[in-house]
Every structure is written in C-alpha cells, then in structure tokens.
C-alpha cells in the first residue's frame, strides 16, 4: 500500500470557533489512522499549546512555529530559531514604538511588557493567559517564533527593516515573526523525507493566510469552508466549514473517507 500522509491545521481547521475538537473530527482521525495513514498537525502553534490536543488524538509528528520546529514520532527532527542578533534588534526597534513583544520556545512564552491590552485580546482568543513578564527571556536561548502586537497599518515598517525576517498576521492585533522563507510547507518537508512519502501522497487541510504554502505544496490543498478567500483560491478542494464537519466532508471529498 502507498504511503499517504494527511496534515492538519489546528485553529479554524480541527477545533471550531469555540477551541472545542469536534466528535465528527476526532473520529475521522482515528479513522484515518486505523487505515494506515500517517496524521501529522502543522500549525502555527507552540507545541506546548496544544499538548492536550496531540494527547487525545494520539498523533505524535507535528510542525510548529510555522515550520520552525519540527517533531516526528516524538521525536525532534528539525529546529530553525530565529536570529538572535537580528531578534535583538527588532526588540529595541519595537520598543521605540511601544509595541510589545511574546518570545517562544518549544516549552514557554514571555512576554516584554507586564500587561498590555493587545495582549490580552490576542491570546485570549487562543483561550490562553496574558504571558508573565520576563524581557530578557530571548537571552541565550532559541526562539522559534515571536508575537507582534500591533494594528496592521503598523506592521509595514516592520516588513521593510527587518527583511530576514516574516510576518504572518493571524489576529487583528497581532502578527507571528519567522525566519523568512519559514513555513509550514518547509517543515513538511522535513516529514515526508523521513517517512518516505511522495509529494502526490500528502494533503493537507487549513484555512488562515499561514497555511497558503502548505495547500500550494502538497500534492491535495483542503481550505476549509470558514477559511479566507484568498487560501480557497490557492486550495485544490474547498470543504465545509469547521463547524459543520468540513474534516469529515473533505476527507470524503479527496477519497480516504468514504
């Protein structure tokens, strides 16, 4: 039997608007993984946001950080921080503007500022906690990925002085930094190489404006219904939306459900 390898993306994707992991979902997972084929997660995420979430759905290879950490079978398989020098410039640079900043590593977040209402706004939408306040956390340690808080008509100077770096808008107050040509697809990448699987044999099934080169990569691109415009455009099947069994629909739509 061919290898096939089915990717997810996690916010909008497999849990609804409320962060709930639908039961139509969960079964569909576990489906697909009694028929033989590899389920892996690809999300902007931190792995520590949603341990929980691999846990239940027994999936142990995953993409996080947009691609910058990248785990297979429990175990790491591909790590990309982001400069360190350059991260440093960019913290005096936001704080000129009075932007505040979250660090991420593959275990934690700290935030640059005690308490700021961006913050709370932004990551409260992932049903986490503002972060505890520690400014030199980026210090002698890999960063995967960094949050920005600011509105979007601010993030253009941001764009232009800091070219080695990406910035990916996921709220309206917020916007992820990567290394640039970071994403989702580069970390699958990674997987299919250590499992042997052929390009035709990936799909992968996302909605945010992260996951474009992901469903431009893979050899099937599922947008979920609730996603953006533009990510529909560049998918090659458009499912249901997450709130109506869309994983279920589209898993029946590119034939590993039936």
């Avoid at 934690?108 to 709370?120: A, L």
């Avoid at 800091?162 to 930094?177: A, C, G, L, N, Y």
């Avoid at 893979?218 to 953006?228: F, I, L, Y």
């Avoid at 455009?233 to 997450?242: E, L, P, Y």
Wanted: glycine share 6%; hydrophobic share 40%.
């Amino acid at each position: 039997m061919t290898k096939k390898l089915v990717f997810f993306d996690i916010d909008g994707t497999l849990l609804d608007h409320d962060k709930k992991l639908p039961e139509s979902t969960k079964k569909a997972i576990f489906s697909l993984k009694r028929k033989g084929i590899n389920v892996a997660i690809a999300t902007g995420r931190a792995p520590f946001m949603y341990e929980n979430l691999r846990n239940e759905l027994e999936i142990n290879t995953f993409v996080s950080f947009n691609g910058q950490y990248v785990v297979f079978e429990g175990e790491v398989l591909y790590t990309n921080p982001l400069n360190p020098e350059k991260l440093d410039e960019l913290r005096n640079f936001a704080l000129k503007y009075k932007h505040p900043l979250v660090y991420m590593n593959a275990e934690m977040m700290r935030s640059n500022v005690e308490n700021h209402p961006f913050i709370h706004k932004s990551i409260s939408s992932l049903k986490f906690e503002h972060p505890n306040y520690e400014p030199d956390f980026l210090a002698n340690r890999d960063i995967y990925q960094t949050l920005l808080f600011c509105i979007r008509e601010e993030e253009e100077k941001y764009i232009q002085s800091f070219p080695s770096f990406q910035f990916i808008r996921w709220h309206e107050f917020s916007t992820d930094i990567i290394p640039y040509g970071g994403s989702k697809a580069e970390g699958i990448k990674k997987i299919m190489d250590a499992l042997g699987v052929n390009r035709e044999d990936v799909y992968a099934f996302g909605d945010g404006l992260n996951d474009a080169e992901m469903l431009d990569f893979v050899g099937t691109g599922v947008a979920m219904g609730n996603a953006e415009e533009i990510i529909k455009q560049r998918a090659d099947i458009v499912t249901k939306s997450v709130d109506d069994d869309g994983i279920v629909h589209g898993l029946e739509l590119i034939g590993l459900l039936k």
